[in-house]
């Protein structure tokens, strides 16, 4: 199947530095990537979604300036967490729509994630 | 809003057949999925079903979807211990070019030998 490479897998970092996550799509070009926010024992919840080459759509509540979202290119989308707070420490997923081949329609294929820890 | 819900644990014996519920509330899903995610991990997406379907069999899985009573489960016949996971049940919202996903808050499997 469609392969979605995340990086770094995890990472800790001190309050009030930035951290960037990328997320790749491998074999297949994805003009709509997805990050997703898990806490522990719950549900994905959806951050925002990210457009090649336009701005992200995000959810109601997600900080668009704390989050910064960039597609620069069809199978790299990347997340930046802006001076982060130990209360951003979670577990960051991206998924990838392929929207063409036979893949089409199908699906989202999701990265490994990445736990960042903020301390 | 749309909704999806699970119930949050269910534990088998190796062997047995293991069947997880999920409840949607958006008839107009176009597609509803079913992911297993390991501790860890991102999650792996173990099959799908389009909404005009009744029924989707792969390998061990058997995916039941009851369109009237929005209700979809999966069967894993003969389950392993290497089926101890949290399994999320999804929809995708109707949308341009595919909706956003709706994630249930996930079913966690316990295996026994």
């Known amino acids: 199947g469609a392969v979605v490479s995340q990086h770094p897998s995890w990472v800790i970092c001190k309050s009030g530095t930035s951290v960037k996550i990328e997320c790749r799509s491998l074999?297949?070009?994805?003009?709509?990537m997805f990050w997703y926010r898990q806490f522990p024992k719950q549900s994905l919840m959806l951050m925002a979604t990210?457009?090649?080459?336009?701005?992200?759509?995000?959810e109601q509540g997600v900080e668009k300036d704390k989050f910064l979202i960039n597609h620069a290119s069809l199978t790299l989308s990347t997340l930046t967490v802006t001076s982060a707070h130990p209360e951003d420490s979670s577990f960051y997923i991206c998924?990838?729509?392929?929207?063409?081949?036979?893949?089409?329609?199908?699906?989202?294929?999701f990265g490994q994630g990445t736990r960042l820890t903020v301390v | 809003g749309e909704d999806v819900e699970q119930s949050l644990f269910l534990s088998v014996r190796e062997g047995d057949s293991s069947v997880i519920n999920c409840t949607y509330t958006?008839?107009?899903?176009?597609?509803l999925y079913w992911y297993k995610q390991e501790p860890g991990a991102g999650l792996q997406l173990l099959t799908y079903?389009?909404?005009?379907?009744d029924m989707k069999q792969d390998q061990r899985l058997t995916v039941l979807l009851n369109k009237k009573d929005k209700h979809l489960s999966l069967r894993i016949a003969d389950t392993q211990t290497g089926d101890s996971a949290i399994y999320f049940c999804?929809?995708?919202?109707?949308?341009?070019?595919?909706?956003?996903?709706?994630f249930g808050q996930g079913t966690e499997l316990s295996v026994k030998p």
């Open positions: 074999d297949f070009q994805a003009t709509t």
């Open positions: 079903i389009f909404s005009n379907m």
């Open positions: 999804a929809e995708r919202e109707k949308g341009n070019q595919g909706g956003k996903l709706i």
């Open positions: 998924s990838a729509r392929d929207l063409g081949g036979i893949l089409m329609n199908t699906e989202a294929f």
């Open positions: 958006d008839s107009s899903s176009t597609y």
């Open positions: 990210s457009n090649e080459g336009s701005k992200a759509t995000y």
